[in-house]
């Protein structure tokens, strides 16, 4: 099959190359080509600017795919020009969007049933976290709207894995191999729930080459904190209650992929992925994916998150919890 994907050469955009790639397609990749690109030479790289509209599309006029995978419409003022100007060169148009489309959800586990927070309007651009989810529901409705049934809806949870520049989950590999003592958050009760992108990329694959359409969410292995701790090998660790971080002010930003149980946002920690593994979603080993991180974080410098000093003050706020 020809597969052109709009973005292609980072992260989860490079992971969906390499894996069309693998299973015998030729693949397009679309973007600015103002960031590296490690992908093999056999990839055709198309020029263009989404954020100019249809202005900025002229490489993909007059061409042909069998599918469009979109990784970089964030925006409706970047989706519908592409959707439209593609709707009678491909067949089907798969579009990652995001588990932020359910908002804050209380019903637990979240599925797709689950109603998705008010869209906004088209002409809204500025990406923040209070409109990244709105965001993504207005885009799947303008993709729903003129693909219909030859469109495809990927939410996936936090993506995980080797070339993630975010450090999300990179901080807690790193902080563990810095040794020390170590502030772990909450209880060891609350969950962490992410998505290795190989995961994600695989599924990609399977519902381009096997033509299947709708929603679905893309979750991995639900994990609580103490097992989490202890698939990354951390030891010496003190528990600050999720009470105290909260307390202190402590952002997601500095303490990656902790919410509290039944806190803010925490439904997106407990995301069903019954339909995906229906469909064929296959999951990697948690281990596998720490392993695989490890290796690619080699010579890496730690990514700036909570600082040691921020650390060692919340530790010693929890420590008469632990005498």
């Keep these: 099959m020809n597969i052109l994907i709009l973005g292609g050469t980072q992260f989860i955009g490079r992971h969906i190359a390499e894996t069309m790639l693998a299973g015998g397609h030729a693949v397009t990749v679309f973007n600015r080509g103002q960031t590296p690109d490690e992908l093999p030479a056999g990839v055709e790289r198309l ?83 209070e409109t990244y989810g709105a965001l993504k529901v207005t885009c799947e409705n303008i993709i ?23 450090g999300r989950f990179a901080y807690w590999l790193q902080r563990v191999n810095q040794g ?35 929603a679905f969410n893309l979750a991995g292995h639900r994990l609580t904190w103490t ?38 946002r925490s439904g997106l920690m407990d995301v069903s992925n019954q339909k995906a593994l229906a469909a064929g979603l296959t999951l990697t080993d948690p281990a596998v994916t720490v392993k695989d991180m490890q290796g690619w974080l080699q010579g890496k410098t730690p990514p700036d998150k909570l600082t040691p000093a921020r650390e060692a003050e919340l530790i010693a706020t929890a420590r008469p919890l632990h005498l």
């Design 47 to 129: 020029r263009g600017d989404r954020h100019e509209g249809a202005a900025g599309l002229h490489a993909l006029t007059g061409r042909h795919w069998d599918a469009c995978v979109d990784v970089s419409g964030y925006t409706p003022r970047q989706v519908r020009p592409s959707a439209e100007l593609l709707k009678e060169n491909i067949s089907r148009y798969v579009f990652v969007s995001a588990v932020s489309v359910y908002g804050d959800p209380q019903k637990r586990p979240v599925d797709e049933a689950h109603a998705r927070q008010p869209s906004v309007a088209e002409d809204v651009t500025e990406i923040n976290a």
């Design 144 to 166: 729903g709207q003129i693909y219909g049934d030859r469109c495809t809806l990927l939410r996936p949870q936090i993506v995980v894995g080797p070339h993630d520049s975010s």
């Design 180 to 214: 020390g003592e170590m502030l772990a958050p909450g209880d060891g009760s609350d969950h962490v729930q992410v998505i290795d992108v190989r995961d994600l990329a695989r599924f990609t694959r399977r519902v381009v080459e096997q033509g299947i359409g709708g």
């Design 227 to 264: 097992e989490f701790m202890n698939l990354l090998g951390a030891r010496n660790v003190v528990w600050v209650p999720g009470e105290m971080i909260q307390a202190a002010g402590v952002t997601e930003f500095e303490l990656p992929l902790f919410r509290r149980e039944r806190g803010p």
